[in-house]
């Protein structure tokens, strides 16, 4: 979408406002009707805009998605960076889960990656442009694994692949498992995931 | 649905064969499309039978919904059977969640617990059935792991709650990441389940 398409009188940081307005909508409505159920009309009543002003800013609903994919991949991209910092790698990669998990707990929208899932499976396009930004944080993860194996903090024996196989299924699990068992907080659940993640970087005996 | 309205000439096999069949169209139909999306004309064509003759089966969509459900129930059921059986109970546990993955890897159906997941966070009545399913096996595992402080195999100083939350999570997250790695076999994940489930019982120092 050009910039020149939006209404001159407005500064930019009305535009950010109402942009980010329409994306919280429709995250709300993708959340709760899914990406094909979900109308441009239900986004609109959300966003309490008209068509005519929020086709200014999105000319379809696949400019929606492909705009909510880049906040998830530039969100993706935050929490590999904040796995980079200091300390134990399996210290790290669980704070990464926690506060993958923390953000993505608001109870209106946290129905929205059990949709991207659903559109994974289906390998429909949206779950295409989806499973792309997971392929780019499991090689980051899978890297992170490698280097681990290298410095002496993960045993090499492991089988890398199962290991992020059941660490990404964990991480999924738990996002849809907190949005039913409000109670329970992502933080209080770290002492066990790091646990669990320091038997993962060794080799189980057979 | 009263057997009364069956076609008499038929034999109680030839009918639970059809039963079977339908119920199986069903679950690759919602599977696809979800509850709301998949219509009866999409379970009849799958099903490869006419509107006419599905109708005496099953009245409506909602009576194969609830159908599907009961069948989930049975299942669940058998699940927690095998959970009573001999050995150490986190054994006991990791061999439930791996006959539990393996019965749902068939991958037609098996994005049919996302869409039961979305219905649940929706709080729909589809949802709300499946729920109560959901109920009666996390009070069983609940139960077992109770058992187990009494019998000296779990640390009293567990959180319940918590551990049984990640059980959870990690059993949905790997029943959907395993349809996706389709490379990956449950049983192979057993001996790292394995280890989880033993740190999981145990208290983590704080």
């Known amino acids: 979408m050009s910039l020149s398409v939006l209404p001159e009188a407005e500064a930019p940081s009305g535009l950010e406002a109402r942009r980010r307005q329409i ?9 709760r009707w ?5 109308s441009m009309g239900q986004i609109c009543a959300e966003a309490r805009m008209s068509p005519g002003a929020l086709y200014r800013y999105f000319p379809s609903k696949d400019a929606i998605i492909e705009a909510i994919a880049n906040e998830e991949r530039l969100g993706a991209q935050a929490c590999m960076a904040e796995m980079e910092g200091e300390g134990p790698l399996a210290e790290r ?4 889960c926690v506060s993958y998990l923390e953000a993505a707990r608001d109870p209106e929208t946290g129905g929205l990656m059990v949709e991207i899932c659903s559109e994974s499976l289906r390998n429909t396009a949206v779950g295409q442009r989806f499973a792309e930004i997971e392929a780019t944080v499991r090689g980051a993860i899978r890297a992170a694994i490698m280097g681990g194996m290298r410095t002496g903090e993960v045993d090499p024996a492991i089988d890398v692949d199962k290991v992020v196989t059941i660490l990404f299924g ?3 699990g738990l996002l849809m498992r907190l949005q039913m068992d409000r109670h329970v907080r992502p933080a209080e659940l770290q002492p066990y ?14």
Not at 23 to 31: I, P, T
Not at 93 to 96: D, G, K, L
Not at 193 to 206: G, T, Y
């Open 93 to 96: 990669i669980v704070r990464t």
């Open 193 to 206: 995931l790091l646990r669990i993640m320091n038997v993962l970087l060794k080799e189980p005996a057979q």
């Open 34 to 38: 899914g990406f094909h159920g979900a």
């Open 23 to 31: 994306l919280n909508a429709a995250r709300l409505c993708f959340s």
């Open 170 to 172: 964990l991480g999924d």
